[in-house]
């Protein structure tokens, strides 16, 4: 299923050239040509999908959200049902209220987009206003992420039980997609490196890989656990793992639907998962228990050989919700609960820092999280008095705070190509995006 576009061609020639995909011979048609509405613009969505594609797809006749769909044909559809149905795994159909295409997004930002973000800002910028308000959600925002590829497009993850997909700076509707795979609260979203996927995972005990451009969900996995985290490999897209609430870490294979390696230390119940930039460690973080608060807190793994490098890396009192790697140091971060975000070495024997942390904020046993800037010179964390903290991470002093959110900021997306703008999520379902 060839779905790369040109959204975000420069005109330059050499860009052009580089970010021009292969164009398929198009049989000879009648019809007047039309131009596409939405950023996948290499895609026919009225014609079946070929077999090979890059997920595999489940075996249902697709259709194009927002095509009519006449009663004879909702009559055919429904006359061969599933022997067997369970509620959990049946496809529904997600709600189409805008386009995912970047036509109508603000003239600055295609600018920006188009050109990798050159001259979006100064050395050193941070955000300065909320210019985006996106509101849908009516319960909490647990997770927040920008595509990859089409960075005008922000997915968040919500405890209504929905995702929504934002076009974020589309002039006329905001909301592209709302996706009601989930029959519980969704904990995590993560979009696929090429930008054309979103993974997620629940309440509901599975982690669910759904075709943005479709609204259709291709593959669900099924565990005996509430999924609370996952996250792509970053060396092979095709795998990606997954934690929950049985302390159980497994490394599930998306062409196959099986899982590849399964972790498990203890059955506390995972918070939040990293990879290592080359993919072959993990670190986990785990709500460990009183009697052994010392170990498992955190744990650092190796990813082919299912065995733990460290067990004793956090011994302090507290859980962390969030562990992050530094973009380009062998260092990472981890949240604590204690107010504070303690930083590690990510070599062995992956000591603490006892004389650096980044404090200032406050946690209050909300699942806040952090993220790094995209150069790594900040440190951006949410708080539960509903502020965004920016940190210096090499001084660890506050440099800059914005007020966002009356309940608890929880989540903070720094956008990927345009260095000065952040999206935020809170407690009571607001999503704002800051430039």
């Known amino acids: ?49 070929p077999a090979a594609t890059q997920f595999p797809v489940i075996p249902t006749e697709t259709h194009v959200p927002g095509r009519y769909i006449s009663k004879r044909e909702r009559a055919l559809l429904g006359s061969h049902p599933d022997p067997n149905p369970n509620p959990s795994t049946l496809p529904t159909t997600s709600s189409v209220l805008g386009s995912v295409s970047d036509c109508d997004v603000r003239r600055d930002i295609m600018s920006l987009l188009r050109n990798k973000g050159k001259g979006s800002s100064k050395p050193g910028r941070m955000p300065e206003r909320m210019s985006v308000g996106l509101n849908r959600h009516t319960k909490a925002v647990n997770a927040l992420h ?53 993974l997620s995972c629940g309440y509901d005990s599975y ?25 792509f490999n970053p060396e092979n897209s095709k795998l990606f793992i997954a934690g929950g609430s049985r302390g159980s870490l497994k490394l599930w294979d998306v062409r196959n639907g099986k899982v590849v390696h399964d972790y498990i230390r203890g059955h506390d119940p995972i ?10 460690l993990i670190i986990s973080s785990s ?34 919700p969030c562990v992050r790697f530094h973009p ?45 800037s995209l150069d790594g010179e900040k440190l951006l964390s949410g708080s539960s008095e509903g502020s965004v903290y920016f940190y210096d991470y090499g001084t660890s002093e506050v440099i800059k705070k914005i007020k966002a959110f009356e309940q608890a900021s929880i989540d903070i997306a720094v956008h990927p190509i345009i260095p000065n703008v952040i999206a935020a999520c809170s407690w009571n379902g607001e999503v704002s995006v800051f430039e």
Request: with cysteine; charged share 25%; glycine share 4%.
């Open 1 to 49: 299923m060839d779905l790369l576009c040109n959204a975000y061609s420069n005109a330059s020639d050499d860009d052009e050239e580089e970010a021009r995909p292969l164009k398929q011979p198009r049989p000879e048609t009648n019809r007047m040509p039309h131009k596409p509405n939405n950023p996948f613009h290499n895609t026919n969505t009225h014609h079946p999908p």
């Open 146 to 198: 920008w595509s990859p590829s089409h960075a005008h497009l922000l997915a968040s993850a919500s405890m209504d039980h929905t995702i929504c997909i934002w076009n974020v700076w589309n002039s006329d509707q905001k909301v592209a997609r709302v996706l009601n795979f989930h029959n519980a609260a969704v904990k995590d979203v993560k979009w696929s490196r090429d930008g054309l996927f979103v």
């Open 207 to 231: 982690s669910r890989l759904v075709d943005v451009e479709k609204g259709m969900e291709t593959q669900a996995f099924k565990e005996d656990q509430v999924v609370s985290v996952v996250k």
């Open 271 to 280: 918070l939040d998962v990293e990879f290592t930039k080359n993919g072959k």
């Open 287 to 320: 709500d460990v228990s009183g009697r052994n608060l010392s170990e498992n807190s955190i744990v650092v793994w190796d990813v082919s050989r299912e065995v733990p490098l460290s067990n004793q890396v956090y011994v302090e009192a507290f859980t962390c």
């Open 328 to 372: 380009f140091e062998q260092s990472f971060v981890a949240q604590s609960n204690g107010n504070y975000i303690a930083i590690f070495s990510a070599s062995p024997p992956f000591k603490m820092n006892k004389y650096k942390r980044y404090e200032g904020h406050g946690v209050s046993g909300f699942p806040i999280k952090c993220v790094f």
